[in-house]
């Protein structure tokens, strides 16, 4: 199941992203901020780029993810918004 999703994953990104701007894709099985971070010590990122969004109070919150991933992270974090 992960290998399938990793594929479409890759297909999704190989459509939609310059193949000079195409970084690695990942999927993983856990809680999203722990598997951000695990795969980020494990492939040594040098940046962790994410979306975030929270519909009733996008413009001032972070989601849950991205702020557990930007306090615990050991590099630097790009959270776009919506």
Same mark, same amino acid.
């Given at each position: 199941?992960?290998?399938?999703?990793?594929?479409?994953?890759? !297909?999704?990104?190989?459509? /939609?992203?310059?193949?000079?701007?195409?970084? =690695?894709?990942? %999927?993983?099985?856990?809680?999203?901020?722990?598997? $951000?971070?695990?795969? =980020?010590?494990? $492939?040594?990122?040098?940046? $962790?780029?994410? !979306?975030? /969004?929270?519909?009733? %109070?996008?413009?001032?919150?972070?989601?849950?993810?991205?702020? /557990?991933?930007?306090?615990?992270?050991? %590099?630097?974090?790009? $959270?776009?918004?919506?």
């Amino acid at each position: 199941m992960l290998e399938d999703a990793g594929s479409r994953l890759l !297909a999704f990104a190989e459509e /939609h992203v310059p193949a000079d701007r195409l970084g =690695s894709c990942f %999927v993983g099985h856990g809680s999203i901020h722990g598997e $951000i971070l695990r795969m =980020s010590e494990q $492939i040594k990122a040098d940046l $962790i780029v994410m !979306a975030s /969004h929270k519909p009733a %109070v996008r413009d001032y919150l972070l989601g849950p993810n991205a702020a /557990h991933v930007m306090r615990h992270a050991s %590099v630097s974090v790009l $959270i776009i918004r919506n």
